[in-house]
């Protein structure tokens, strides 16, 4: 069972439990709450998880990105190099390995920005879905967990920050450190 899953059922309990004449107040077993509850903080280490998947995806991505224009890189060095050797084609060898060193780095760019942006989207996905759950479930008798959600978006925020900070040094050009 999700924490989705167990939210709705700790939602249905409260709003089918019986109510106390005069007072406002419900009746709920307070057993089954409290194993709801148990039930939920165990299951947060698995989002927690999900988290984490995403930003080690994030890296493997941008390592295949990064590997991808190496290859690129190494490929247009050693074709310009041959090129250079042959002294009837030295001026069509340097216009060649230009085109392709801008077509290398062209490409490198447009895969560093759609892993970015993938990146970015599912950071931003996770994100709302987190803000989503703690506005529709958590009050003050949850408000460690609002804490770790808390801690959680701040954690995703961050990884966004992150992920446009490198977009933006990557489309002025600039060196990026992993």
Same mark, same amino acid.
């Given at each position: 069972m999700t924490v989705l899953d167990m939210l709705a059922e700790l939602n249905d309990i409260v709003n089918n439990a019986p109510g106390v004449p005069l007072t406002g107040k419900i !009746?709920? &077993?307070?057993?089954?709450?409290?194993?709801?509850?148990?039930?939920?903080?165990?299951?947060l280490p698995d989002d927690i998880k999900e988290a984490k998947w995403i930003k080690d995806e994030k890296d493997r991505i941008l390592a295949e990105a990064k590997g991808e224009y190496e290859k690129i890189i190494v490929n247009a060095n050693k074709q310009a190099d041959y090129m250079v050797e042959s002294n009837e084609i030295t001026k069509k060898a340097k216009e060649r390995a230009?085109?392709? !060193?801008? &077509?290398?780095?062209?490409?490198?760019?447009l895969l560093k920005m759609k892993t970015y942006d993938y990146v970015d989207n599912m950071?931003?996905?996770?994100?709302?879905?987190?803000?989503?759950?703690?506005?529709?479930y958590f009050g003050e008798m949850y408000s460690n967990l609002e804490k770790t959600f808390n801690d959680i978006a701040h954690i995703l925020q961050n990884n966004r920050d992150e992920i446009k900070s490198m977009?933006?040094?990557?489309?002025?050009g600039e060196e990026i450190k992993l």
């Open positions: !009746m709920v &077993d307070g057993s089954e709450i409290l194993e709801i509850s148990r039930n939920i903080d165990l299951s230009e085109a392709i !060193m801008k &077509d290398a780095e062209d490409y490198a760019m950071l931003f996905d996770m994100q709302g879905r987190m803000d989503e759950m703690n506005m529709k977009a933006i040094k990557t489309k002025n």
